[in-house]
């Protein structure tokens, strides 16, 4: 057979097989689509076949298995014998021989807290240990408001906010939260301690820079791990340190690629009491082009004439501040938190921030609390007014008059923190435990004498970054409320100074 008889049967089979094609229905619609798809894209005709080819190899591959076992396989006896030996660490510190006494001794009260607190062995005290400064737990306006809101909407929502847990009364809070700061937009939180904490790292993350106050709360410090960004630290509200802290980073990222930079600090400091000089830093913010996130946990609904917090009170516009984070839960008596500050970063943190997208709504009960009670304070200056004067009054009693504590709290905040003279500690050397015990004496023996008080409790402060040289110092806590009279007031501020004097006298 020559060249000629093969090239005649290859033509031959080739129509065959070009007529029995013909002969399977949507061929025409085939064989056309090929011809204009090489005639006008020849490329895209050789992906496409390529693409044809990859599939069918792929469907024609044989099947194996995507676990690569790289390790001993053990018997059971060897797997019991290891989960035997097993120890697992405990989740929290075992409590110390001081913790046993002080749980022991914890007084538990029954009913509803107030200025006067009914405990579990009967007896009645003045209640100056909890959050209640204007006594708004007592308010039966607010109280007839909230059953009323719980038999409409139910208890909670059971839902994040993102999917179904949004109601009208959530939103009619941010608006009203919003308004008094004089902000765009708002947003709210179910959890208090969960806002600052989600807050940071939905802005900051790996990378990005963050300038924080060395006496920043634990919500603060746990925000600030989560976002994993480099954290420096300047003296508490000592704004010089902090002019050179930001000249320092501005240096060191002059000719790098821009990154996000923060200055996280607070309003009044939980862990001193003192206000933070608002003007200054946001001069500094400014000079040096760092964002500022403000936490107003516990000035909001106390500093200001209206209770707008420390913008109101230094005469700041707050849309000087990037994003104000607030409680819901302390002078408002109702629950949750929330963040305040342009539409872009409200809107942002509806998708970003965890404990607003992976959390249940805030209760509608507590939402409709929180804007109540925020349109009393607006409504009636004069509370606020009166809350300072108690907090004069009580103050009277026990700074000038106390040759054992001072009081490092701002003058208008409503919680003193009582802390022992320097000269009273460098004199005795006493370390931070015996402080604490003394103070927890104190804190005894004014129960014993009918006043509820209590002490400051830290968490530890190796939580971001184990080298930073400062450690908030043991304190008692004192709560002003407007619950109660002057001469009650008067008389709680001298049984507690007298139950320092009795403890510090007896351990000289």
Same mark, same amino acid.
């Given at each position: ?359 249940? !709504?805030?209760?509608?009960? @507590? &939402?409709?609390?929180?804007?109540? =009670?925020?349109?009393?304070?607006? +409504? /009636?200056?004069? %509370? ?57 004496? !104190?804190?005894?023996?004014? @129960? &014993?004498?009918?006043?509820?008080? =209590?002490?400051?409790?830290?968490? +530890? /402060?190796?939580? %971001? ?44």
């Amino acid at each position: 057979m020559d060249i000629h008889d093969v090239q005649d049967v290859a033509l031959k089979y080739l129509n065959e097989v070009a007529v029995q094609f013909q002969k399977v229905p949507g061929s025409a619609i085939l064989l056309r689509y090929v011809k204009s798809s090489y005639q006008n894209d020849p490329v895209r005709s050789a992906v496409e076949l390529f693409l044809f080819l990859f599939f069918v190899r792929y469907l024609l591959a044989p099947s194996y298995s995507t676990q690569k076992y790289n390790y001993v396989t053990l018997s059971e006896e060897e797997v019991d014998e290891l989960v035997e030996d097993w120890t697992p660490e405990p989740l929290v510190a075992p409590q110390t021989a001081f913790e046993e006494a002080e749980l022991e001794k914890r007084p538990v009260i029954v009913g509803q807290t107030g200025p006067k607190t009914k405990l579990s062995n009967g007896r009645t005290v003045t209640n100056l240990a909890s959050y209640n400064f204007y006594n708004f737990v007592a308010n039966e306006t607010l109280k007839e408001k909230a059953i009323q809101t719980l038999r409409q909407y139910g208890v909670g929502p059971c839902g994040p906010p993102g999917f179904y847990g949004t109601q009208d009364v959530h939103m009619k809070t941010e608006a009203d939260i919003a308004a008094c700061l004089g902000m765009p937009a708002c947003i709210v939180y179910a959890q208090a301690m969960s806002t600052i904490s989600s807050v940071i790292p939905a802005f900051s993350k790996r990378g990005d820079i963050i300038v924080a106050d060395k006496a920043v709360n634990y919500a603060i410090r746990k925000g600030l791990q989560i976002s994993r960004s480099t954290v420096r630290w300047y003296e508490h509200n000592d704004m010089d340190d902090l002019e050179r802290t930001l000249g320092r980073v501005t240096k060191e990222q002059a000719g790098k690629p821009l990154k996000r930079r923060f200055i996280v600090t607070e309003g009044i400091s939980e862990n001193v009491g003192d206000v933070v000089d608002l003007p200054r830093l946001i001069e500094l913010k400014y000079r040096y082009k760092f964002r500022l996130i403000l936490d107003e946990t516990w000035s909001f609904g106390v500093l200001g004439r209206t209770g707008r917090g420390i913008t109101e009170q230094q005469n700041v516009d707050a849309a000087e501040v990037d994003m104000i984070v607030g409680s819901l839960a302390g002078p408002l008596c109702a629950g949750g938190g929330f963040c305040a500050g342009s539409d872009e970063i409200v809107e942002h943190q509806r998708i970003s921030a965890t404990a607003y997208t992976f959390s249940a !709504a805030l209760p509608a009960m @507590l &939402a409709t609390t929180a804007s109540e =009670t925020l349109e009393l304070m607006q +409504s /009636s200056p004069e %509370t606020l007014s009166q809350l300072r004067e108690q907090i004069k009054t009580m103050r009277a009693q026990l700074d000038p008059r106390s040759d054992w504590v001072y009081c490092s709290s701002s003058p208008d905040n409503p919680i003193m923190l009582l802390v022992l003279k320097p000269e009273v500690v460098s004199s005795r050397a006493l370390s931070n435990e015996e402080q604490e015990r003394l103070l927890q004496e !104190a804190v005894d023996e004014s @129960l &014993a004498n009918g006043v509820l008080i =209590t002490r400051s409790h830290r968490m +530890s /402060s190796d939580v %971001t970054a184990k080298d930073i040289p400062w450690q908030a110092p043991p304190a008692l806590k004192v709560c002003v409320t407007t619950g109660l009279s002057r001469k009650e007031t008067e008389k709680a501020g001298i049984t507690i100074r007298h139950a320092i004097t009795k403890v510090m006298t007896k351990r000289r």
